[in-house]
């Protein structure tokens, strides 16, 4: 079966750190690109980062986030990380971990969220 199942979402105050997983099962990190979507309350769901299926993990951000979290992958563990650094209130909302077949991006896979919320 397979499955994302993300993790590591919670209440954190402005300026603090969190790193949310993605764990994958039922198939491996290759030939899938990857990526964090966020949506915030009131908000449609965007894509705020992403890494390539390819060796070097060609990484993507949306500039709200660029400097600031790093996504990356652990080929040996199946997993998927989102490390969000200095986070804001702005960075308040459900995180969705994706998975599309990069030959395929057709075959497209949603973990089920886990929210994030910024807030002194």
């Known amino acids: 079966q397979l499955q994302l199942v993300e993790s590591g979402g919670g209440l954190v105050q402005p300026g603090e750190s969190l790193r949310l997983t993605c764990k994958v099962s039922?198939?491996?990190?290759?030939?899938?690109?990857f990526g964090w979507f966020r949506r915030a309350p009131g908000k449609q769901r965007e894509g705020i980062a992403a890494i390539s299926s390819s060796e070097a993990g060609t990484t993507y951000y949306v500039d709200a986030v660029k400097g600031r979290f790093v996504i990356s992958k652990d080929k040996a563990k199946n997993t998927m990380f989102l490390q969000m650094n200095r986070l804001r209130p702005e960075d308040t909302g459900v995180y969705y971990c994706?998975?599309?077949?990069?030959?395929?991006?057709?075959?497209?896979?949603w973990g089920q969220g886990t929210q994030v919320t910024v807030s002194s």
């Open positions: 994706n998975a599309k077949l990069r030959a395929r991006p057709e075959y497209e896979y």
């Open positions: 039922g198939f491996t990190l290759d030939y899938y690109d």
